[in-house]
């Protein structure tokens, strides 16, 4: 299932929290993600957080992101794995950040996943009991 928001599309790769039971960021969380990051133009990694063992942290509304990315994570559900398609003008514009981003790049987020919410870990939850 694909999803389609001001030219940002967003593939679900696995659902995440089970239905009736979803945490999804708001405004001010801070969203911890894992994600490989890579030019569409090239496929070259611009970014990988696994290799680094290190999910990014950012605060939601805060435009420490690209747009597109924080557009992404805000439709997300905790313990969720999407890819998005970036479209440049909501990455980095018309100017890139040369050299290792050119102009007007569309950047692909592979296997994105939010990972934690707050102080919330994906799979922190305990396991429904089936009895």
């Keep these: 299932e694909a ?7 967003i593939r679900k790769l696995n659902p995440g929290e089970p239905e009736g039971k979803e945490v999804r960021p708001k405004l001010g ?27 990014l942290e950012f605060v939601m ?5 690209v747009q597109g990315l924080e557009v992404a994570v805000h439709r997300m559900v905790l313990g969720q794995s999407v890819e998005v398609v ?20 569309t950047l692909l987020f592979k296997d994105l996943e939010l990972v934690r919410i707050n102080g919330i870990h994906a799979n922190a939850r305990p396991e429904p009991s089936h009895s």
């Design 61 to 65: 509304g805060s435009n420490q992101v």
């Design 3 to 9: 999803k389609k928001g001001a030219g940002i599309l």
């Design 86 to 105: 970036v479209p440049y003008p909501y990455a980095y514009g018309d100017r890139g950040v040369p050299p290792e981003i050119p102009p007007k790049s």
């Design 29 to 55: 969380d801070a969203c911890f993600i894992h994600y490989r990051c890579v030019l569409e133009s090239t496929k070259s990694v611009i970014d990988d957080t696994r290799s680094r063992n290190q999910p």
